[in-house]
């Protein structure tokens, strides 16, 4: 059984960087794309990014296009999120989930049908 852990959040101030690392265990990660998500309570949970097996393909949500950039280790079996100019409106619980699904639509590739999710790692980015 996949399994998916995130680590990596903290306190950061407006404009500082973290990066976010998503590690698996049960599975190779090598098998799945992996997206990243993220949430504030109250609030609907916004995808943020899909990197594919390879880490050729990936994709971004508007809102951190530019700032954020998705990588993988596969032989360390790890997903990074790296997160750069982060600003308040990023604070949220970020997750990592494995795609079940990948496409490609007019150039754009996309992920979907995620599971095994992992638990979260809060990133706050406040002064």
């Known amino acids: 059984q996949l399994q998916l852990v995130e680590s990596g959040g903290g306190l950061v101030q407006p404009g500082g960087s973290l990066r976010l690392s998503c590690t698996a265990s049960?599975?190779?990660?090598?098998?799945?794309?992996i997206g990243w998500f993220r949430q504030v309570p109250g609030k609907e949970r916004e995808a943020v990014s899909c990197?594919?097996?390879?880490?050729?393909?990936?994709n971004y949500a508007e809102s951190v296009k530019g700032r954020f950039t998705a990588s993988r280790d596969n032989t360390g079996n790890t997903v990074y999120l790296q997160m750069s100019s982060l600003k308040s409106e990023d604070t949220a619980n970020y997750y990592c989930?494995?795609?079940?699904?990948?496409?490609?639509?007019?150039?754009?590739?996309?992920?979907?049908?995620?599971?095994?999710w992992g638990q979260g790692t809060q990133v706050t980015v406040s002064s």
């Open positions: 989930a494995a795609a079940g699904d990948v496409t490609y639509d007019s150039g754009n590739y996309i992920c979907s049908n995620f599971h095994s």
């Open positions: 049960g599975f190779p990660l090598s098998n799945y794309a």
């Open positions: 990197v594919s097996q390879s880490g050729t393909y990936t």
